[in-house]
């Protein structure tokens, strides 16, 4: 069996739409040095280094070697990943993996991301087949936008309703003083906004924010030693997705990468009533439509019954069932630490340390999930408790 | 009193601009030979589960396995089924071209009849109002003599009633 796996420290930037007077390097130790503080260790206590981007978007291949000085990589084993939107949750999955195989009792992983550098949306566009795809699927908008229209056409759901998550998310990005849009909005100001790309507006697409996250992972005996409040990362999966239009179940059965994470992860740990046995969900939500359409993928509420839940308030930060109480993705998209927030904010609700956007509910186990390559996923399950 | 905004100091500009030449493959070489001289579209099929692909590609994501036999391929469309869309109204750079999206621009995704997995591809219609889920639509496909065997040897899809 492997080792268990802690998140000991935690630490993130403010994050923002610009910061001209910081460099991409500044902008990472900004969030180490937070997180190595958090759990009261030095750079010189971690074993292994890794950091996380979407290389493009600063236009910056390999970056992690400029980067060492900054994220304190030299001389340590360590790598640079890029798996996308997901890239964040992934360097938490490869901080386990470390830790996991025993090789390691300490490490660090850092997402980052300076979205003022770039262009991202011809950035994403790369990412499809130049032949065929790269013409018409414009960046991430363009998928999005067209599993919107079609979940609404399957579900019932309204354009109301993603006003209804936009306008939810603003009030608990308020409460979140490291969100970059704090603004609060009606559902009137979000149905207002300009289009973007039918039937997505300004409002109902993550903003393009620059930040960065650390975490610092523990093996278990380490764990036990230097922390009063270990959150542990009790399992995680990850789904890549066919290439195509399973995701639409035209022509065939419908099937994402996010209903086959669901399922193995509930399964794997006897979950029966997710919405019960875990009591925060910090979602990978880049579209206002994300959230509904998604818990239902997830397994965590039946079919068409996502929106719903919206038009209750259940999901809102003092609700039934929180979802990115952070004000998510919708409200900070610095993507490569995007995913890694989610399961920060994941760890700090479950250390009763998110302050303002604390939950009310008591959270012993946590949801965080990331999103994002050619639609894969990565859902994670973290615990108050060892077992 | 209000904290004194920091004055922006150094920055560099810079574009990259690189140059670079992918090649299509072996089957999807062959579908825009077919659609280059013939004018028709095909799908390939998986030998071991069966689904036919428009697009066509070489090996099924599912089962592993090669999709070649050039004796199963089968014509499908032109007129298929809207699946779902999207509409841009704010343009953006395409990294293909480096030029600005033209807007309107209204993409489907297709599902042609005779196939079992999608494409996408550029609509007409550009009015959401009149774009619905499972309308019919058609290929409109260029003449011969303006074809050069990649994906704009279809213009569009069209709206059609039946």
């Known amino acids: ?387 | 009193m209000k904290p004194k905004v920091q004055e922006e100091l150094i920055y560099l500009d810079m574009t990259l601009k690189l140059p670079f030449k992918w090649r299509t493959g072996e089957t999807m070489g062959e579908f825009f030979r077919e659609l280059k001289e013939n004018g028709i579209l095909y799908a390939n099929q998986c030998p071991t589960c069966g689904r036919a692909f428009c697009l066509p590609k070489t090996v099924c994501t599912r089962d592993h396995t090669r999709c070649t036999e050039r004796s199963k391929w089968i014509p499908v469309g032109p007129k298929g089924t809207l699946v779902t869309f999207f509409m841009a109204e704010q343009s953006f750079l395409l990294p293909t071209t480096g030029e600005m999206l033209k807007i309107p621009f209204a993409v489907g995704i297709i599902l042609l009849d005779g196939a079992m997995v999608t494409l996408q591809h550029q609509l007409e219609e550009t009015d959401t109002e009149k774009i619905k889920p499972f309308m019919r639509v058609e290929a409109v496909i260029k003449p011969k003599e303006e074809r050069k065997g990649n994906i704009y040897d279809i213009v569009h899809f069209k709206t059609i009633n039946e």
């Open chain 1, 1 to 387: 069996m492997s080792n268990r796996v802690a998140i000991v420290g935690i630490g993130q930037t403010t994050h923002s739409g610009r910061r001209p007077y910081v460099n991409d390097g500044e902008l990472i130790y900004d969030a180490v040095t937070k997180a190595l503080a958090d759990a009261d260790l030095s750079i010189n206590d971690m074993e292994s280094v890794m950091l996380g981007n979407m290389d493009l978007f600063e236009g910056h291949s390999l970056n992690d070697a400029m980067l060492n000085l900054y994220s304190g990589a030299a001389g340590k084993p360590g790598f640079k990943m890029n798996t996308g939107g997901t890239v964040g949750s992934m360097m938490a999955i490869q901080g386990w993996y470390h830790i996991a195989s025993g090789l390691y009792d300490l490490c660090l992983v850092i997402g980052w991301e300076k979205h003022d550098e770039g262009p991202a949306t011809p950035a994403i566009s790369t990412i499809t087949d130049p032949a065929v795809d790269r013409p018409f699927l414009v960046g991430a908008i363009g998928g999005l936008a067209t599993v919107s229209v079609a979940y609404m056409q399957r579900s019932g759901c309204k354009l109301e309703h993603a006003a209804m998550v936009r306008a939810n998310a603003s009030q608990a990005a308020a409460r979140n003083p490291n969100a970059h849009m704090r603004e609060i909005y009606s559902v009137e100001d979000v149905m207002k906004a300009r289009m973007v790309m039918y039937p997505l507006n300004l409002l109902m697409c993550c903003p393009t924010s620059l930040g960065a996250c650390a975490l610092v992972l523990a093996s278990e005996s380490k764990a036990k030693k230097i922390s009063k409040k270990p959150v542990w990362m009790k399992d995680h999966v990850t789904v890549h997705v066919e290439y195509g239009g399973a995701q639409f179940g035209i022509g065939e059965k419908r099937w994402t990468s996010h209903m086959e994470a669901g399922a193995k992860l509930f399964k794997r740990n006897n979950i029966t009533k997710p919405m019960k046995e875990t009591q925060v969900f910090e979602m990978y939500d880049p579209f206002a439509f994300a959230i509904p359409m998604w818990l239902e993928d997830f397994l965590i509420c039946e079919p068409s019954e996502g929106w719903k839940l919206i038009e209750k308030g259940a999901l809102k930060l003092e609700g039934e069932y929180p979802v990115s109480p952070s004000g998510g993705v919708l409200c900070t998209n610095s993507i490569g630490d995007s995913a890694l927030l989610r399961v920060a904010e994941a760890a700090l609700q479950i250390r009763g340390d998110a302050g303002e956007h604390q939950v009310t509910r008591e959270v012993k186990q946590a949801l965080a999930s990331g999103f994002g390559g050619s639609f894969w996923s990565d859902l994670l399950l973290l615990s108050k408790t060892m077992d």
